[in-house]
């Protein structure tokens, strides 16, 4: 594997998913405290209250990183732990933790690449509506301009959101994330809202320091139909939908300043909270990109006659993209989470980003990783199926390279194993394992092995 003499190694977590200290120095409840204390939307009723005890452990953490080589570490910032009510006061020991965080992170040679919104809303404003009230757009904007005061005479690289779509359309449109609701329309809205707030954020920070490296952080995948279908079969249309989904609607709205005609092709139900001058403001120019990426979206044809899935006159129904398919069974080397192993798929995602936007800025692969639960034998955890998946990625991601693609870094997901949303602690992504019980750290192997590549810079 070659990669540039400049390539950034990294690895990556997000604040409700470590931090814990739910209550304090102040911090206000988000919608996955409100969420995942409710019945049933998490298994086993686990909550983010403790999680890793990150913001207590904080240097000890640091120190693990330093230990373990990394270049960079990408972290999120809990928007609740700096504006408790969302907006309005501004609670000093929440800004405080993080520039603690990131003075500890410069003292060890480590670049803080810090993320503002990863899916924890502040209560407060969901209460007000949340992603689906556009005044949200403007408080994340204010938010985040308060942040960057604080660190941007130390941080030079930053991230507006993380993956708006899980946060749309599991959130808004298929209720199994927070705040748990399940109507398509408002998915749409809060799609749109959420762009909104980045273009937003953008222009704010730009305009207090514009020689600073803005980007957003997407989940984005090839998007397959496996198997042969009729030309009249609605999967075809529910191909063209999802691909509009997971990656046009960010991407083309982003760099182009358009949304996808697949979209707008659903009439008021997508089109109903864009204004005039939006998506101007939307298309502000980038200096990065962070992909996320964990397997291919692969559908079969449904021939069972289903008429699920087009979402109808109001908004409500399905998720828009499912009627006619139904999901591909797995395939590689199946994880925890049920999800194929789809190495290839980076390369061609990478490549084919390259290829359709003439304006796509440089890449950096923020998230990549996947769930395995294998046992510690004497304090050893000999995780062979995470080191073939890191491996394999990794040389994707070099041949990408290869073949002209400009990507700049590799953060892995994740450091540590954490809340994994929904899944509450019954999944494990880190290369570094933690007891929940004692919040002991100890390093897989595939920790040892990534060490050992970022010295080599991808050799192993």
């Not at 049920?338 to 440089?362: F, I």
Request: contains cysteine; negative net charge; charged residues 20%.
């Amino acid at each position: 594997m070659k990669f540039p003499e400049n390539f950034l190694w990294g690895s990556a977590t997000s604040s409700y998913q470590i931090e814990g200290a739910a209550t304090q120095d102040g911090r206000g409840p988000s919608i996955w405290d409100t969420f995942s204390h409710t019945p049933g939307k998490v298994v086993g009723g686990d909550t983010g209250d403790i999680a890793i005890d990150h913001y207590n452990r904080m240097p000890e953490d640091v120190q693990i990183m330093k230990d373990m080589g990394l270049q960079a570490y990408r972290f999120s910032i809990a928007w609740s732990r700096i504006m408790p009510e969302g907006k309005g006061a501004i609670e000093k020991r929440g800004l405080d933790f993080y520039s603690r965080l990131t003075d500890q992170l410069l003292e060890q040679g480590i670049k803080p690449l810090p993320t503002l919104y990863h899916w924890d809303l502040p209560e407060a404003l969901d209460k007000e509506g949340g992603w689906l009230n556009r005044d949200t757009a403007q408080h994340f904007a204010d938010y985040s301009a308060v942040v960057f005061e604080t660190l941007s005479d130390r941080i030079d690289t930053w991230a507006t959101l993380n993956e708006p779509w899980c946060s749309a359309f599991l959130g808004y449109g298929a209720g199994i994330h927070a705040p748990g609701h399940q109507n398509a329309a408002e998915a749409f809205k809060a799609a749109h809202h959420l762009l909104l707030g980045h273009g937003k954020a953008v222009e704010a920070m730009r305009s207090m320091k514009p020689e600073h490296k803005l980007g957003i952080v997407l989940n984005l995948a090839p998007v397959y139909l496996i198997g042969e279908a009729p030309a009249d079969h609605p999967a075809h249309q529910a191909i063209a939908l999802q691909d509009a989904m997971l990656n046009r609607l960010w991407l083309n709205s982003i760099l182009s300043g358009e949304y996808p005609s697949t979209l707008l092709d659903l009439g008021s139900v997508f089109t109903s909270s864009v204004q005039e001058g939006d998506l101007a403001q939307i298309s502000r120019p980038l200096d990065w990109l962070g992909v996320n990426y964990y397997q291919d979206s692969r559908s079969v044809p449904d021939f069972s006659g289903s008429t699920s899935g087009y979402i109808d006159s109001t908004g409500n129904g399905s998720m828009p993209g499912s009627q006619g398919v139904k999901p591909a069974p797995a395939v590689g080397e199946i994880t925890d989470f049920g999800w194929s192993t789809t190495p290839d798929g980076l390369r061609v995602l990478l490549e084919s980003l390259d290829q359709d936007y003439e304006n796509m800025p440089p890449i950096m692969i923020t998230e990549n990783g996947c769930a395995y639960d294998d046992p510690m034998v004497d304090g050893v955890i000999d995780d062979k199926r995470r080191i073939a998946y890191l491996t394999d990625h990794l040389k994707a991601v070099s041949e990408a390279i290869e073949q002209g693609v400009d990507v700049r870094g590799y953060m892995h997901w994740s450091l540590f194993d954490n809340f994994e949303w929904a899944e509450g602690y019954s999944k494990r992504f880190g290369l570094i394992h933690v007891d929940f019980e004692t919040q002991k750290r100890t390093l897989r192997n595939s920790a040892k092995l990534y060490s050992k590549i970022i010295r080599n810079n991808g050799d192993i």
